[in-house]
Protein backbone atom coordinates (compact mmCIF):
# COMPACT_ATOMS: atom_id res chain seq x y z
CA UNK A 1 0.00 0.00 0.00
CA UNK A 2 0.94 3.48 -0.54
CA UNK A 3 1.46 4.66 2.85
CA UNK A 4 2.39 1.39 4.04
CA UNK A 5 5.30 1.34 7.06
CA UNK A 6 6.81 -0.71 9.55
CA UNK A 7 6.18 -4.90 9.90
CA UNK A 8 3.97 -6.34 7.66
CA UNK A 9 3.31 -10.05 7.10
CA UNK A 10 3.94 -11.31 3.24
CA UNK A 11 2.17 -14.50 2.37
CA UNK A 12 4.53 -16.24 -0.05
CA UNK A 13 2.81 -19.48 -2.47
CA UNK A 14 5.68 -21.88 -3.59
CA UNK A 15 4.90 -24.22 -6.51
CA UNK A 16 7.55 -26.61 -7.40
CA UNK A 17 8.21 -30.33 -8.52
CA UNK A 18 9.53 -33.40 -6.28
CA UNK A 19 10.55 -36.66 -6.91
CA UNK A 20 7.98 -39.37 -5.76
CA UNK A 21 9.65 -42.53 -7.19
CA UNK A 22 11.74 -44.23 -9.28
CA UNK A 23 11.22 -47.20 -11.70
CA UNK A 24 13.96 -49.01 -13.63
CA UNK A 25 13.37 -50.34 -17.13
CA UNK A 26 16.17 -52.51 -18.88
CA UNK A 27 18.96 -50.50 -17.02
CA UNK A 28 17.36 -46.99 -17.64
CA UNK A 29 16.30 -44.76 -14.19
CA UNK A 30 12.72 -42.82 -15.13
CA UNK A 31 12.08 -40.57 -12.01
CA UNK A 32 8.79 -39.74 -11.24
CA UNK A 33 7.77 -36.47 -10.52
CA UNK A 34 4.75 -34.55 -8.86
CA UNK A 35 3.06 -31.16 -8.49
CA UNK A 36 3.76 -29.70 -5.19
CA UNK A 37 2.26 -25.98 -3.39
CA UNK A 38 3.56 -24.77 -0.29
CA UNK A 39 2.63 -21.48 1.53
CA UNK A 40 4.93 -19.72 3.63
CA UNK A 41 4.76 -16.73 5.79
CA UNK A 42 7.37 -14.05 6.25
CA UNK A 43 7.97 -10.77 8.19
CA UNK A 44 8.87 -8.01 6.21
CA UNK A 45 10.28 -4.43 7.49
CA UNK A 46 8.82 -1.51 5.05
CA UNK A 47 10.70 1.65 5.24
CA UNK A 48 7.64 4.05 3.88
CA UNK A 49 8.97 6.70 1.97
CA UNK A 50 9.20 10.16 3.82
CA UNK A 51 9.79 8.60 7.61
CA UNK A 52 9.92 11.57 9.69
CA UNK A 53 11.18 8.98 12.57
CA UNK A 54 13.92 7.03 13.08
CA UNK A 55 16.08 5.31 16.22
CA UNK A 56 19.18 6.70 15.95
CA UNK A 57 21.05 4.15 18.60
CA UNK A 58 20.40 2.03 21.48
CA UNK A 59 21.55 0.57 24.86
CA UNK A 60 21.06 -2.48 26.99
CA UNK A 61 22.22 -2.14 30.39
CA UNK A 62 21.63 -3.56 34.05
CA UNK A 63 20.47 -1.61 36.75
CA UNK A 64 20.98 -3.14 40.14
CA UNK A 65 17.10 -2.41 41.00
CA UNK A 66 15.14 -2.64 37.78
CA UNK A 67 16.54 -5.45 36.12
CA UNK A 68 17.40 -4.35 32.65
CA UNK A 69 17.25 -1.41 30.53
CA UNK A 70 17.00 -0.91 27.23
CA UNK A 71 17.77 3.08 25.87
CA UNK A 72 16.75 4.51 22.49
CA UNK A 73 17.10 7.62 21.09
CA UNK A 74 14.33 8.61 18.49
CA UNK A 75 14.77 11.26 15.95
CA UNK A 76 12.24 13.75 14.46
CA UNK A 77 13.77 14.24 10.88
CA UNK A 78 10.67 15.29 9.37
CA UNK A 79 9.43 19.19 8.82
CA UNK A 80 6.44 18.93 10.79
CA UNK A 81 5.87 18.77 14.94
CA UNK A 82 4.71 15.67 16.28
CA UNK A 83 2.54 16.36 19.32
CA UNK A 84 1.63 13.59 22.61
CA UNK A 85 4.14 11.12 21.44
CA UNK A 86 5.24 7.25 22.87
CA UNK A 87 6.69 4.24 22.22
CA UNK A 88 6.16 0.47 22.78
CA UNK A 89 8.75 -1.74 22.64
CA UNK A 90 8.14 -4.92 20.68
CA UNK A 91 10.81 -7.79 21.76
CA UNK A 92 11.00 -11.02 20.55
CA UNK A 93 11.72 -14.43 22.71
CA UNK A 94 14.54 -14.26 25.01
CA UNK A 95 13.48 -10.43 25.74
CA UNK A 96 10.18 -9.37 27.20
CA UNK A 97 8.95 -5.82 27.29
CA UNK A 98 8.15 -5.28 31.52
CA UNK A 99 5.17 -2.23 31.50
CA UNK A 100 2.89 -1.23 27.94
CA UNK A 101 3.99 2.29 26.64
CA UNK A 102 7.09 4.90 27.44
CA UNK A 103 6.24 8.65 27.28
CA UNK A 104 8.11 10.66 24.66
CA UNK A 105 5.93 14.23 25.17
CA UNK A 106 5.93 16.05 21.80
CA UNK A 107 8.59 15.67 19.22
CA UNK A 108 9.00 19.18 17.36
CA UNK A 109 10.56 18.80 14.06
CA UNK A 110 14.61 17.88 14.21
CA UNK A 111 14.31 17.26 18.08
CA UNK A 112 15.38 13.69 19.91
CA UNK A 113 14.08 12.33 22.49
CA UNK A 114 14.96 9.47 24.69
CA UNK A 115 12.72 6.38 25.56
CA UNK A 116 14.03 4.38 28.53
CA UNK A 117 12.32 0.30 28.45
CA UNK A 118 12.75 -2.40 31.04
CA UNK A 119 13.15 -5.85 30.07
CA UNK A 120 13.05 -9.29 31.17
CA UNK A 121 15.89 -11.11 29.74
CA UNK A 122 15.52 -15.17 29.46
CA UNK A 123 18.50 -17.10 31.20
CA UNK A 124 18.88 -19.09 28.01
CA UNK A 125 19.63 -15.87 25.86
CA UNK A 126 22.73 -16.43 23.61
CA UNK A 127 25.72 -13.44 23.02
CA UNK A 128 24.51 -11.93 19.82
CA UNK A 129 22.76 -9.10 17.90
CA UNK A 130 18.59 -9.59 18.21
CA UNK A 131 16.04 -7.40 15.83
CA UNK A 132 13.44 -5.26 17.75
CA UNK A 133 11.63 -2.87 16.91
CA UNK A 134 9.62 0.69 18.84
CA UNK A 135 6.12 1.19 18.13
CA UNK A 136 5.81 5.08 17.97
CA UNK A 137 2.21 6.47 18.17
CA UNK A 138 1.55 10.65 18.01
CA UNK A 139 -1.24 12.27 17.28
CA UNK A 140 0.08 12.55 14.01
CA UNK A 141 0.62 9.08 12.74
CA UNK A 142 1.91 6.13 13.85
CA UNK A 143 5.02 4.15 13.16
CA UNK A 144 7.61 1.03 13.45
CA UNK A 145 10.85 1.30 13.77
CA UNK A 146 14.23 -1.21 13.66
CA UNK A 147 16.75 -1.32 15.89
CA UNK A 148 19.59 -3.90 16.07
CA UNK A 149 20.00 -4.87 20.31
CA UNK A 150 23.30 -6.39 21.25
CA UNK A 151 23.43 -8.71 23.96
CA UNK A 152 26.39 -9.64 25.80
CA UNK A 153 26.48 -11.00 29.13
CA UNK A 154 29.20 -9.99 31.69
CA UNK A 155 30.52 -10.19 35.12
CA UNK A 156 27.25 -8.74 36.48
CA UNK A 157 24.79 -11.20 34.21
CA UNK A 158 23.48 -14.47 36.44
CA UNK A 159 24.70 -15.69 40.02
CA UNK A 160 27.78 -12.61 40.38
CA UNK A 161 25.25 -10.11 40.94
CA UNK A 162 23.54 -11.70 43.76
CA UNK A 163 27.43 -12.89 44.98
CA UNK A 164 28.75 -9.37 45.10
CA UNK A 165 25.48 -8.08 46.77
CA UNK A 166 25.76 -10.67 49.44
CA UNK A 167 30.16 -9.60 49.57
CA UNK A 168 29.62 -6.08 49.55
CA UNK A 169 26.25 -6.13 52.48
CA UNK A 170 28.80 -8.86 54.64
CA UNK A 171 31.59 -6.44 54.37
CA UNK A 172 29.52 -3.33 55.60
CA UNK A 173 28.78 -5.35 58.20
CA UNK A 174 31.90 -6.66 58.95
CA UNK A 175 33.06 -2.59 59.43
CA UNK A 176 30.46 -1.61 61.13
CA UNK A 177 31.36 -4.79 63.78
CA UNK A 178 34.97 -3.70 63.93
CA UNK A 179 34.21 0.02 64.18
CA UNK A 180 31.81 -0.71 67.85
CA UNK A 181 34.21 -3.01 68.35
CA UNK A 182 37.20 -0.39 68.27
CA UNK A 183 35.08 2.37 70.50
CA UNK A 184 34.06 0.12 73.53
CA UNK A 185 38.37 -0.70 73.56
CA UNK A 186 38.48 3.02 73.67
CA UNK A 187 35.86 3.51 76.07
CA UNK A 188 37.38 0.87 78.66
CA UNK A 189 41.26 2.39 78.00
CA UNK A 190 39.67 5.86 79.17
CA UNK A 191 37.73 4.12 82.47
CA UNK A 192 41.37 2.68 83.14
Known amino acids: MKNASGWSRLYLEISYQQQADVSVKSGEVFPLYEAAKDNLSLDVFVAGEGQPLSILGSSLSRNLFRG ?3 KAIIS ?3 PDD ?6 RLLAPSPFSAMGSEEALGDLPAGSLALADF ?3 IDGEAKQQDYQMSSRI ?21 GWALPALTIIGLAAIFMGRRY ?14
Open 68 to 70: HSL
Open 76 to 78: NDG
Open 82 to 87: LHNCSA
Open 118 to 120: NLR
Open 137 to 157: CCQERCSSLPMTVSWRPGLLQ
Open 179 to 192: LLGRDKRRRSVRRN
